[in-house]
């Protein structure tokens, strides 16, 4: 049974920006309002790779050194949605894009950066982005 759902990958040129979305599935009755959420990514042929965190109220934020500046995760926990503002793509940031919750940070003022520590994970969504 799928819980967490992402969407808004696609394809874009260097230099675009995507608005990725993670939301828990209707069918599961559930919200994550009060855990950590991070966005992970997976390329071909390499690890899965932490993207960024955010905690449960939204106030602390951990970043990639990748990414940092690019890239804004946000959550709006009336909506139960995790999002991730993804600007100045580069062909390197190509990868499946993976939503996951930690249910171990439950209100807690710590984000994490390890996928060991998230418990529960959307399927991925595809970004590609062309040179």
């Known amino acids: 049974q799928v819980q967490l759902v992402e969407s808004g990958g696609g394809l874009v040129q260097a230099g675009g920006s995507l608005r990725l979305s993670c939301a828990a599935s209707a069918a599961s009755g559930r919200t994550f309002n009060n855990y950590c959420m991070g966005w992970f990514r997976q390329a071909p042929g390499k690890e899965r790779e932490f993207v960024a965190a955010i905690n449960w109220s939204g106030g602390v934020t951990s970043y990639a050194d990748s990414v940092k500046g690019r890239f804004i995760i946000s959550r709006d926990n009336v909506k139960s949605t995790v999002s991730l503002q993804m600007n100045s793509l580069k062909p390197e940031d190509t990868a499946v894009y993976y939503c996951?919750?930690?249910?171990?940070?439950?209100?807690?003022?710590?984000?994490?950066?390890?996928?060991?520590?998230?418990?529960?994970w959307g399927q991925g969504t595809q970004v590609t982005v062309s040179s």
């Open positions: 996951a919750e930690n249910s171990r940070a439950y209100y807690s003022g710590n984000v994490y950066a390890r996928s060991s520590d998230y418990d529960l």
